[in-house]
């Protein structure tokens, strides 16, 4: 089981990154827009992720041609091992995927909807592969049932690319796929929270410290 925190808020991303819970964060352009950030503060990112504990730290090039996503990529990768570098599955995407797999560079094909491009992904050696949950869900498609066919279209095939499931509305959604073995999770970090909270868990660590007290005194 891998969890990623998805956002480049470092408060939040630090406090969950201390649990050692997460494998690493995830984020792409408008993330770091939401966070006042920019593609200039990438590399102060990735320094601080790492020292927070992060072991994969996940950014996205940008640029609409494979040249110039290959570039980027390539810098990207520069900043440390740790970096997986992310293209939206277009065409171009897709054709600089292919070239940083074959430089050794681990990649996440984003923005993927349908499991069509999975096999796509897989044919070009990505790492991951990362739908959007939320999105599909909101067109009117069976968000679960189209990550759950591209989980099964990998499996079935033996491919070593992994669905890496983003976009994640609440806990329930992940527990519902995590059971039809989709194993990789990317969340925002107010979902990220409701990972530690249950009404019965609150109540019983405040039975076990009352029962503390009383025998204390």
């Avoid at 891998?2 to 997460?22: C, I, Q």
């Avoid at 759950?148 to 983003?166: D, F, G, I």
């Avoid at 796929?177 to 868990?201: H, K, N, S, Y």
């Amino acid at each position: 089981m891998h969890l990623y925190v998805d956002t480049a808020d470092r408060h939040a991303a630090e406090a969950l990154l201390a649990t050692g819970v997460f494998t690493g964060l995830t984020t792409n352009p408008t993330i770091l827009q939401r966070a006042s950030r920019g593609v200039a503060d990438i590399p102060d990112i990735y320094r601080w992720a790492t020292a927070a504990g992060a072991r994969e730290v996940f950014f996205q090039a940008w640029g609409q041609d494979t040249p110039t996503l290959v570039e980027r990529g390539r810098a990207l990768r520069g900043l440390g091992d740790e970096v997986v570098v992310k293209l939206v599955a277009t065409r171009a995407g897709t054709a600089a995927c292919t070239q940083l797999v074959a430089e050794g560079i681990p990649t996440l094909l984003t923005a993927v909807y349908n499991p069509g491009q999975a096999l796509v992904a897989a044919a070009a050696g990505a790492t991951y592969i990362a739908p959007y949950l939320r999105r599909l869900t909101a067109e009117g498609r069976d968000g679960p049932a189209d990550v759950l066919a591209m989980h099964q279209v990998l499996a079935a095939t033996a491919s070593r690319t992994k669905v890496l499931l983003a976009s994640i509305p609440d806990v329930p959604s992940m527990v519902t796929l995590a059971r039809q073995g989709v194993d990789c999770f990317t969340m925002a970090p107010i979902v990220a929270e409701q990972l530690f909270t249950d009404e019965l868990t609150a109540e019983a660590a405040a039975t076990f410290e009352d029962a503390v007290r009383e025998t204390s005194r």
